[in-house]
């Protein structure tokens, strides 16, 4: 059955995340005449509320959420038998417009780790200084101070951050110092691009690429079930002259190209998906034992104390002078006149970085050197598409989550270093029972409410078996049902890995997919190995690279960026 073809682009980008942004944007400004299409399942995220204000994130990361994915993983005996559940973006912009916000980079060894030509650190700290205006402190050389995306301290401190360690709160974030709004690839690289006919972004699209021998050529796409659930699913067929670049992601570039007949023959064929490729490296090296994983592990603060409960919890659970029913409208009102208060935080004040000593590796075992790459545990986990019983597309996902010692010890010492961290803080007044271990009786670590902090000279809590243990089953039980136990921080990497094809590879150095032409992926999918960082900073610069190698094979002048007015 022949589909319709609807229209003809140079470029065609499957998937509209940060990646997909930053090229799609980079390679617009450079030549102008070349006609780009962008296909993505979620929506626009257009100077909407809800994505460039950025006390909101929280917003996206609830069951109900229209602006996530929320990846069901299989049942693992690792985590009590749970299904784990990991979510993305499905939105214009990806990751950048739903995240924490959170700066961070990467060491430049980890990229020298990746033992990629081209992606070596020397010729990426260009790029990273390219595509970033830092507000925080001028003439660092090692920082960018006219590019695209702005890094400051964002609208406000909350107080406390101060109690946790003078030298800690140095927390910056990926928001505008001067409009306290969320500093995205969306709106910073195509959305003030919409001058330009040429660059074109479609949403509510899901496809698979479409070959002419083993020649990319195209994407055949339907509306995607969840942002468009009436709209019918007839396919269209939209055709790329110059290249097809799928760029949807962790989870979303290893379905495309499994859809597309590339991939290993045992999961094309329980599709009945006829091979193009043989690539058994697609969808695997997923980081689930290499992931960035969090706990989270509330605690009661003293009255008066500022806090983000008022914003993102409602009045009824922050007593005090920030409980008052006007609260978010004041806010919200002085962000819109200088870009301050609360609207520009992320709640994210504070932080620490801490490495096992020399008796704490020890305790971690003998396993330590063959799971752990440096202090990032290897991967074990995989994303690949299957049907469910109704026909519809769904996936087969492993995460890989706790499957080794080491990092359930490094889960124990964190909790218990978090508990002596806040215990000495002068808002501290408790721990809240909802969101700890659920220690034995009589124990002396059992949370309970208190009057003031614990003396810093009080002796260290001595922590038993059975208390270990307690922190150990708490860490297992993980899953939206109940928000503060071990979850993903949504760094998902790695399933469209950057690597010899002998190795389970799936693109070379130059992001073309091993055994067809004319076909990249340029997404987080393609990190071969973990970055110590939160992702964001990774996907921007992996994007201006694309974009450079792009415009290489396209004879496209890569010309200095020039802001564009809004």
């Not at 959170?102 to 260009?126: C, H, M, Q």
């Not at 760094?491 to 032409?517: E, F, I, W």
């Amino acid at each position: 059955m022949s589909h319709p073809v609807i229209s003809e682009f140079d470029i065609i980008f499957a998937g509209g995340g940060t990646t997909a942004c930053v090229v799609a944007g980079r390679l617009a400004a450079w030549d102008p005449s070349l006609s780009i299409l962008i296909l993505k399942g979620g929506q626009h995220t257009l100077n909407q509320a809800v994505h460039v204000q950025p006390y909101r994130f929280t917003s996206h990361h609830v069951p109900t959420s229209t602006t996530m994915t929320f990846n069901v993983g299989n049942p693992s005996p690792r985590l009590n038998g749970r299904a784990p559940i990991v979510s993305c973006a499905h939105c214009i912009g990806g990751g950048s417009s739903v995240n924490t916000m959170v700066y961070t980079r990467a060491p430049a060894s980890d990229f020298d780790d990746w033992g990629a030509d081209g992606w070596e650190s020397k010729n990426l700290i260009p790029l990273m200084k390219k595509l970033e205006t830092y507000e925080v402190q001028p003439d660092r050389p090692t920082h960018g101070y006219g590019g695209p995306i702005k890094v400051s301290y964002g609208g406000c401190k909350l107080r406390a951050s101060e109690e946790f360690h003078p030298c800690w709160h140095d927390i910056r974030r990926y928001i505008d110092g001067t409009t306290g709004r969320r500093s995205d690839a969306a709106h910073h690289y195509v959305y003030n691009q919409a001058h330009n006919a040429n660059l074109q972004i479609w949403v509510g699209k899901r496809g698979a690429v479409i070959f002419r021998d083993k020649r990319a050529v195209g994407v055949e796409f339907t509306s995607d079930p969840v942002s468009c659930p009436d709209a019918g699913q007839s396919s269209s067929i939209v055709r790329a002259s110059k290249l097809v670049v799928v760029t949807a992601g962790a989870f979303g570039s290893p379905a495309i190209l499994e859809r597309s007949g590339i991939g290993a023959e045992a999961i094309l064929k329980r599709c009945d998906i006829q091979q193009l490729v043989d690539l058994p490296g697609v969808g695997e090296n997923y980081c689930g034992l290499r992931d960035h994983n969090i706990v989270s592990v509330p605690y009661f603060s003293a009255d008066g104390a500022v806090t983000m409960d008022s914003l993102w919890r409602g009045k009824e659970c922050c007593p005090g002078p920030f409980n008052r029913q006007g609260n978010i409208i004041e806010h919200l009102a002085q962000w819109k006149i200088n870009g301050k208060s609360l609207i520009a935080q992320n709640g994210t004040d504070a932080k620490i970085k801490w490495r096992p000593d020399d008796d704490e590796l020890k305790a971690m075992g003998s396993s330590l050197s063959t799971t752990m790459e440096g202090l990032y545990p290897a991967s074990a986990g995989s994303i690949h598409i299957k049907w469910d019983e109704n026909g519809q597309e769904g996936i087969d996902f492993n995460t890989g989550y706790l499957m080794i010692h080491p990092i359930l010890y490094l889960l124990t010492l964190d909790t218990k270093r978090c508990a002596k961290f806040f215990d000495g803080m002068p808002s501290y007044r408790g721990e809240v029972p909802a969101g700890h271990p659920c220690f034995p009786e009589g124990s002396a670590a059992v949370c309970r409410e208190t009057t003031g902090p614990v003396d810093l000279n009080a002796p260290d809590l001595i922590y038993t078996a059975e208390d270990d243990e307690a922190i150990d089953r708490y860490n297992r039980d993980c899953g939206m049902s109940h928000p503060y136990h071990y979850q993903t921080t949504w760094h998902s990497l790695g399933t469209c890995a950057m690597k010899p094809r002998a190795d389970q590879g799936v693109v070379d150095a130059r992001l073309n997919v091993y055994g067809v032409t004319n076909l990249k992926v340029a997404d987080m999918s393609i990190a071969p190995k973990n970055v110590g960082t939160n992702t964001y900073s990774t996907a921007l610069l992996i994007g201006e690279k694309a974009a450079m190698i792009i415009a290489d094979e396209l004879g496209i002048e890569c010309r200095p960026y020039k802001r564009v007015s809004k």
